[in-house]
């Protein structure tokens, strides 16, 4: 008996427990399993099961302990059968040791039950034959067929998949009439019976809907699109519900069909006809937002943000934000249309934006319409698309040069951004890729019509429990050559997101004392991060890049520095200290943000 408990011993992880041995009480006791041979699955419930009932133990007196080891024995058997083992042989044997009482639980599982015959019938509409390619293709999708395994989860699983598939379009009312699985465990077969009775086929009828207090009902049907008697489909109330929850309108949407309603009606063919009932949280009609921050690049910062939906009873919403710091101010108002039947977000504003920075003084006034799209395609990586066309007058005057520059052109953009991570917010695996497409036409004569295109690109790669390396890349070209580039056509670089040790936008073309935008950028990044656990962290990285007249005549500018990092709720702060080597100087680079 001690040669197998100690083969026992060598080959499994015991349960580990021990105890004060008296007359009367005794202390958890020391659990070894001998599996037998079962799989990794079958030993995790075995483990679980018999530890529940041994925490149990202690101070117990004996009748109860007896007791326990007859559940723990039961539990081991009842764990097994789970596995699709029915027919084990399980013994619990008794024995001491200086710490106290052991439990040996010996298995012998003998074999899986494996699936010998299944019999699915259907009875209801659904036998008609307009009805029979569908049948078909749920009798194939059935998972469990003659020679699988049959354990206890796949055969729930299985069931509750095949109703759904008949209940979620046209049969409604579908319902099992019975399910049974005949296990035979000397011979290790399972039989599986399975009927459903699909009942009649259900149309949709009348549109209802309740929670409406400003939204005009109008929105909702603007995505709930169907004529009343077509055929019931699960999937299309889904995608309604979706749509009504992407808009800004509303905290919650609800679109099922409604079986109390006084619109539910049989039909002379024996079909039964049900409303569809749409039930809705409107969200706040106003909502105010701000945020004081800090950064290294900018110093101080206030933004301010107001949102209005519903304007003069119409299904539209309003945005109006400002930006100050000592080097930028910014103005925007927009309005924005519900999201179209397919998903496209339109929108048309005004905006307002000065920038003085690096000797370049830039004022921009503007006024278009952008649509946004973005893609489902049910998986992690999702997809945005983006085109704007706008009206653009522009001011820039160079510090050292006497005179103003000032132009109106036609501005239209495109872009679109894949990205695919682990988490929106603070990405610790995956990548990013974005790509953009620009075209000024000047509406001023002599100037040239100027096209832009530019690409970034981030991978997240995971090393270890916390860390994490990243790679960036970026890069950018506008042509023809031109003096004079409007602003947010040319490149400018450096700075904390960029290539840090150097000062914000120092990077470009030189004109007279300042630096302005440029028709070419390159920048590359990599940055390993060390954590301490899951939010505190120190980093080292390595920027390079430049922006110039052409990629031929870029001049690398390297940064290389330390860092620490802190993940809060709100993503990650940094704190970067850089060194530039063409300036030979030791820049801070850090940001911090406040909402209130």
């Known amino acids: 008996m001690r040669v197998r408990a100690l083969i026992a011993i060598l080959c499994l992880v015991p349960v580990i ?34 530890d529940a009932i041994t925490r149990l133990a ?16 039961d539990a081991t058997v009842s764990a097994l059968q789970t596995q ?21 639980i010996l298995i012998e599982p003998g074999e899986q039950t494996r699936v010998r015959h299944v019999d699915l019938s259907f009875s209801g509409q659904i036998n008609e034959p307009e009805f029979a390619p569908r049948v078909q293709k749920i009798r194939e999708a059935w998972p469990l067929n003659q020679g699988d395994v049959f354990l206890n989860k796949d055969w729930s699983d299985a069931k509750a998949d095949l109703l759904q598939s008949v209940k979620s ?36 009828g009348e ?44 905290r919650g949407a609800f679109v099922t069909l409604d079986e109390q309603a006084q619109g539910q009606r049989v039909r002379a063919d024996g079909e039964v006809e049900m409303p569809v009932s749409v039930r809705v949280t409107e969200a706040p009609a106003r909502r105010f937002t701000g945020s004081l921050g800090v950064d290294s690049d900018h110093g101080p910062r206030l933004e301010a943000f107001y949102r209005q939906n519903i304007v003069f009873g119409q299904p539209v919403w309003t945005e109006t934000g400002l930006g100050v710091d000592k080097d930028r101010q910014r103005f925007f108002s927009d309005v924005h249309f519900p999201p179209t039947y397919k998903g496209f977000k339109n929108s048309f504003g005004v905006l307002y934006e000065h920038q003085d920075i690096e000797g370049l003084k830039q004022t921009r ?21 983006q085109w704007s066309l706008m009206g653009v007058w522009d001011e820039s005057k160079v510090s050292g040069e006497p005179a103003t520059q000032r132009g109106t052109s036609l501005e239209a953009t495109w872009q679109v951004l894949r990205r695919n991570v682990d988490n929106k917010y603070d990405p610790r695996e995956g990548n990013l890729f974005d790509m953009d497409i620009g075209v000024n036409y000047p509406l001023s004569g002599g100037k040239k019509t100027l096209y832009r295109a ?32 409007p602003m947010g056509f040319g490149f400018r670089t450096g700075g904390a997101r960029s ?65 620490a990092a802190v993940r809060t709720p709100a993503g990650p702060f940094y704190v970067d200290l850089a060194y530039g080597q063409k300036t030979r100087d030791i820049r801070l680079h850090f940001s911090l943000g406040i909402a209130f």
């Open 58 to 73: 202690e101070d117990q007196d004996l009748d109860e302990i007896s007791r326990l080891r007859r559940r723990a024995h």
């Open 84 to 104: 699709g083992y029915y027919d084990p042989i399980v013994t619990l044997e008794v024995g001491e040791d200086y710490q106290g009482e052991t439990w040996d």
């Open 17 to 50: 427990g021990w105890a004060e041995t008296s007359s009367e009480t005794t202390s958890t006791p020391e659990v070894v399993i001998d599996p037998g041979g079962v799989g990794p699955q079958a030993l995790k419930a075995i483990y679980g099961a018999v």
């Open 365 to 385: 006034a503007a006024t278009g319409i952008k649509s946004k799209y973005e893609f489902d395609t049910n998986t992690r990586a999702d997809y945005e698309t």
């Open 169 to 204: 379009k046209d049969f409604y009312y579908a319902r099992y009439t019975h399910t049974q699985a005949t296990v035979t465990a000397d011979k290790n077969t399972a039989d599986l019976d399975l009927a459903i009775r699909s009942g009649p086929r259900v149309r949709m």
């Open 499 to 563: 290539i840090r040790g150097y000062k914000y936008y120092s990077i470009g073309r030189e004109r007279g004392s300042a630096v302005v935008g440029a028709p070419a950028l390159a920048v590359l990044s990599a940055e390993y991060q060390y954590f301490f656990n899951s939010t505190y962290g120190v980093s080292t990285f390595v920027d390079v890049g430049d922006a110039g007249e052409s990629f031929r005549d870029l001049s690398p500018h390297w940064g290389y520095g330390v860092g």
């Open 207 to 250: 549109l209802y809907t309740s929670g409406l207090k400003r939204v005009p009902e109008k929105l909702i049907r603007r995505y709930v699109r169907y004529e009343p008697g077509e055929p019931y489909d699960q999937d299309k109330l889904d995608d309604w519900q979706q749509a009504l929850q992407s808009t800004t309108f509303f």
């Open 454 to 485: 530019g690409l970034r690109a981030q991978q997240w790669i995971p090393i270890g429990k916390n860390d994490v390396f990243m790679l960036r890349a970026e890069a950018g070209k506008v042509w023809p050559n031109a003096d004079r580039i």
